[in-house]
C-alpha cells in the first residue's frame, strides 16, 4: 500500500510540472492567439507543442486516475462488498420514520417494564417482611451485625472511620469480600449480599433503625433474583423512611466530600427518587416570620429550616416564599406572587435571597400573610380545576417563634368552606414550625396544622431541623398508605450516578441515570395487637437506569448519517441529545445539567434570537411534553458542524412517542433530503447458527472495531 502511495506522490509531482510549464499553452488555448498584423495569416510554432505538451498531460492523467480508481478499490473494498450483497440477498429500502419510532419505542418501553417489575419486587417484599417481623431488641443490641458500607472494612480499610465514643460497637459491622465487576463500573462489589448506608445523623443503634436494618435484610433474596433474571440491571435499593438505606450490591461508599472532617450528608430521604415517589407533585408557599421577636439565633435557625425544606424539593414542585411583619413581601419580587418551578437554578435564587435577608423588625401580620398565599395557591387550584380532579397537592408551610392572634376566619375562608358567600374549601395543608425553646401560645401552632391536615413541628436547635423538616413527607404520602392498593412507579429526571466522579473518570460520556421508585406501604396498623396504629411510608423502593442503556436501544444504525435519537422529560427537560453536554470547561457537572430544556437544543431556522424560540419548535416541544405521538417534517434547522464553527440550513424530520408508563418522550430525527434508505440483509445470525459456524470467531484479533456511538 505504501509503495502505492509513493508512486501516487511521484505522478503528482509530475503532473504539477506539466501544468507550470504547460502555462503558455493555457493562455493560449483560453484567450486565442494574436491577431495577424494588417489582416495577414500568422502561424505560431507554439501550436505543434501545444499539441504534444496535451497528449502527454492527457496520457498521465489517465494513468493516474486509473491507479487511484485501484487504489480506492483495493482499500474500501468496494468489490468485495458488492459480492457480499448478493451473496446474502442484500435489498435497498425505504426508511419509515414512523414505523422506526414505533418500534424503538416498543424496545425501550420493554426494557423499562422490566426495571419496573424488578423494582415490584423488591416494594412487595419488604411490605411481607416488615409486616411479619418481630423485632427482639434485646438480640440486637447484643448480636446483630450487619453489612455496613461506611464502617464495614474491605481489606482492613472502611470508607469512614468510627467515633471515639462508637469504637466499642465496631463489632456490629461484618467484613466485606469485594471484586471488581465491570458491569457495576469497575467498582468492588460483592453481588451476594447488600449493605446498608446510615446518615450521620442517624444513629443506628436506635431501636426502630436497627429494626429496619435487621428485617430489610432479607431484601437480599430479591435483590439477587432481579440481577439473575436482568443481567442489564444496576443499582438496586431500598430506602427506609429511618433515612436507613439498603442498597445492592454491597459496596463501601463511595466519599465524594472535598474535606473528609465534613459530616456525611447523603440522606435518600432527600433524594429526588425518595420524595417524588412519596409526595408526587406539590404547590408550596412558605411564610418566613421576619417580625422583630425573630432576630439573632431564631433568624439563623429559620434560614437553615428554610434551606432544608427547598432540599427536598424536585424539578415537578412549584413553590414560592414570603416574609411577613407588619406587609407580606416576596423574598424574590421578580417572580411577582407567582409559583416557580423548583429547578435547581430557581432554588439556588431564593437561597441567596434568604442569605441576604436583613434583620427582622417590626410585628407580624399572620392574618395578612395567609390570606395572601391561599390567594396565589386558590388561582393555580382554579386553573387546574382542583375541585373537578381531587389531584392538586397544596401546603402552606409556616416559619415562626409564635403567633400572636387567631386565625380561624382565613381557614373558614379558604379551607373549611361550602362554596357560599365566597369561601371555598380548598384542603391545602398547613405545616407549621415553632423555632425557639421559650415558645408561648404553643397550643395555637399545633391547632392550625392539626386541623388542616399538617403537621406541627418544634425546633429547638440546628440539630433537629433536618428531621424535623423530613417528617411532612410521610403526612403528604398519608392518603396514598391508606388506599393501600395502588403503588404508582415514579420517575426521575436525570442524576449523576453517586459513584461517578466526572474529574477522575475516563468514561467518553458522563454517567446520567434515571431512577424508577415505588412506595412501600406499612401494613401492620391494620393488625388489631399493632401498638402502631398510624399509617405511615415505609420507604421507597428503587433502582437506577442508565441513560446509556436507552441509547443503545435508539438503533443509531438505522438512523443513518447526521441522524439522532433524544429523550424529554415531562417538563421539556433533556435526558437524551447529541447537543447536551453536562460537563462544564472545568471538568465538572454543569449546575443545571438536569434541567436543560429542549428549546435549549434544538435550534430551528426560524429562531432569530436567543432564548425566544419561534412558533414550530415550541409546537414540537409542546407535543412532547403532553406525551403525544406526531411527526414534524421538512423543519428548517441550523445544523452545526466542524465543532460548531460552522453552521448551515438543513432540513430534518421530527418523530417521537411516549415510552409507555413513563413520562418522557422519544424522539428521533433524521434528514429531509437524503438518507431515505438502508440496505437490508437477511437474518445471518440464525443463519450462520443452523449452519453450525461460530459467529465469535468472526471478531478474533484486532482487524475490527465497533462504531463508538453503537
Avoid at 412487595?124 to 443490641?141: D, G, L, R
Avoid at 413553590?319 to 416576596?330: L, M, P, W
Avoid at 406572587?337 to 441576604?356: C, G, K, R, Y
Avoid at 423588625?361 to 395557591?377: E, G, P, R
Wanted: glycine share 4%.
Amino acid at each position: 500500500m505504501f509503495g502505492t502511495c509513493e508512486k501516487l506522490m511521484t505522478h503528482f509531482a509530475v503532473i504539477l510540472t506539466a501544468f507550470l510549464a504547460s502555462q503558455p499553452l493555457l493562455l493560449l488555448l483560453i484567450c486565442g492567439p494574436p491577431a495577424a498584423p494588417h489582416g495577414g495569416i500568422s502561424y505560431s510554432p507554439m501550436l505543434a507543442h501545444a499539441s504534444a505538451a496535451d497528449e502527454a498531460v492527457g496520457k498521465w492523467a489517465t494513468q493516474f486516475g486509473d491507479e487511484l480508481y485501484l487504489l480506492a478499490q483495493k482499500i474500501t473494498k468496494s468489490q468485495q462488498i458488492k459480492e457480499k450483497y448478493k451473496e446474502y440477498n442484500a435489498r435497498v429500502e425505504l426508511k419509515n420514520g414512523t414505523e422506526l419510532i414505533r418500534s424503538i419505542t416498543a424496545n425501550v418501553g420493554k426494557m423499562l417494564a422490566r426495571k419496573m417489575d424488578a423494582v415490584r419486587c423488591i416494594q412487595e417484599k419488604a411490605e411481607i417482611v416488615n409486616e411479619n417481623f418481630e423485632f427482639n431488641q434485646t438480640y440486637a443490641e447484643t448480636n446483630f451485625t450487619y453489612y455496613s458500607s461506611k464502617y464495614s472494612t474491605f481489606n482492613g480499610n472502611s470508607s469512614e472511620q468510627l467515633e471515639e465514643n462508637e469504637e466499642e460497637y465496631a463489632y456490629m459491622y461484618r467484613e466485606m469480600q469485594l471484586n471488581p465487576d465491570t458491569h457495576f463500573y469497575n467498582i468492588s462489589v460483592d453481588t451476594e449480599h447488600s449493605s446498608v448506608h446510615v446518615p450521620s445523623n442517624v444513629w443506628d443503634r436506635r431501636p426502630n433503625v436497627l429494626k429496619t436494618i435487621q428485617w430489610s435484610e432479607q431484601l437480599d433474596e430479591v435483590f439477587r433474583q432481579n440481577y439473575q433474571s436482568d443481567p442489564a440491571l444496576s443499582w438496586q435499593y431500598f430506602g427506609s423512611d429511618t433515612g436507613i438505606l439498603r442498597h445492592y450490591p454491597a459496596s463501601q461508599w463511595t466519599d465524594t466530600r472535598i474535606n473528609k472532617q465534613d459530616a456525611d450528608t447523603y440522606d435518600c430521604r432527600k433524594r429526588s427518587w425518595y420524595i417524588e415517589t412519596a409526595t408526587c407533585s406539590k404547590d408550596i408557599v412558605i411564610l418566613l416570620d421576619h417580625s422583630g421577636s425573630m432576630t439573632g439565633h431564631r433568624h439563623h435557625v429559620a434560614k437553615f429550616t428554610i434551606r432544608s425544606i427547598l432540599d427536598t424539593f424536585s424539578n415537578n414542585d412549584f413553590f414560592t416564599i414570603f416574609k411577613y411583619s407588619e406587609n407580606v413581601t416576596g423574598i424574590v419580587p421578580c417572580f411577582n406572587d407567582a409559583l416557580v418551578q423548583a429547578t435547581p437554578e430557581n432554588i439556588e435564587t431564593f437561597n441567596s435571597a434568604i442569605a441576604d435577608l436583613p434583620d427582622p423588625s417590626n410585628y407580624a401580620n399572620l392574618t395578612q400573610a395567609y390570606d395572601h398565599a391561599f390567594k396565589i395557591l386558590r388561582n393555580y387550584y382554579v386553573n387546574r380545576r382542583c375541585n373537578e380532579t381531587s389531584t392538586c397537592n397544596q401546603a402552606i408551610m409556616l416559619v415562626t417563634d409564635g403567633v400572636a392572634g387567631n386565625t380561624t376566619e382565613i381557614f373558614e375562608r379558604y379551607n373549611w368552606g361550602n362554596g357560599e358567600n365566597g369561601t371555598s374549601r380548598m384542603n391545602v395543608r398547613i405545616f407549621t414550625y415553632l423555632l425557639g425553646k421559650e415558645v408561648t401560645k404553643v397550643r395555637e401552632i399545633q391547632w392550625m396544622a392539626c386541623l388542616n391536615r399538617g403537621y406541627y413541628s418544634h425546633v429547638q436547635t440546628l440539630d433537629e431541623v433536618h428531621e424535623e423538616v423530613l417528617k411532612y413527607v410521610d403526612v403528604i404520602a398519608t392518603p396514598l398508605v391508606l388506599q393501600n392498593e395502588q403503588h404508582p412507579p415514579t420517575w426521575t429526571h436525570a442524576f449523576t450516578d453517586k459513584t461517578y466522579d466526572p474529574l477522575n473518570s475516563t468514561e467518553r460520556r458522563p454517567r446520567l441515570m434515571i431512577a424508577v421508585g415505588v412506595p412501600a406501604f406499612d401494613r401492620s396498623y391494620r393488625h388489631e395487637n399493632s401498638t402502631n396504629r398510624r399509617a405511615r411510608l415505609l420507604g421507597v423502593a428503587g433502582t437506577d437506569v442508565p441513560v446509556e442503556d436507552i441509547d443503545k436501544l435508539t438503533l443509531p444504525y438505522k438512523l443513518g448519517v447526521n441522524g439522532y435519537s433524544f429523550v424529554v422529560s415531562n417538563n421539556g427537560y433533556v435526558l437524551l441529545h447529541p447537543d447536551l453536554r453536562p460537563i462544564g470547561s472545568n471538568g465538572k457537572m454543569n449546575p443545571n445539567y438536569n434541567s436543560i430544556d429542549f428549546t435549549e437544543v434544538e435550534h430551528l431556522f426560524e429562531d432569530t434570537k436567543p432564548r425566544e424560540p419561534g412558533d414550530s419548535i415550541l409546537n414540537i416541544r409542546r407535543s412532547m411534553v403532553h406525551n403525544e405521538a406526531k411527526e414534524f417534517k421538512d423543519i428548517s434547522v441550523k445544523f452545526h458542524y466542524d465543532r460548531m464553527r460552522r453552521v448551515s440550513e438543513e432540513k430534518q424530520d421530527y418523530f417521537f412517542a411516549p415510552l409507555p408508563n413513563t413520562p418522557f418522550t422519544l424522539g428521533i430525527v433524521m434528514p429531509s433530503d437524503y438518507g431515505k434508505t438502508w440496505i437490508k440483509v437477511g437474518d445471518e445470525v440464525d443463519k450462520n447458527k443452523h449452519m453450525k459456524v461460530n459467529i465469535s470467531e468472526f471478531f478474533i484479533g484486532e482487524n475490527w472495531k465497533v462504531h463508538p456511538d453503537w
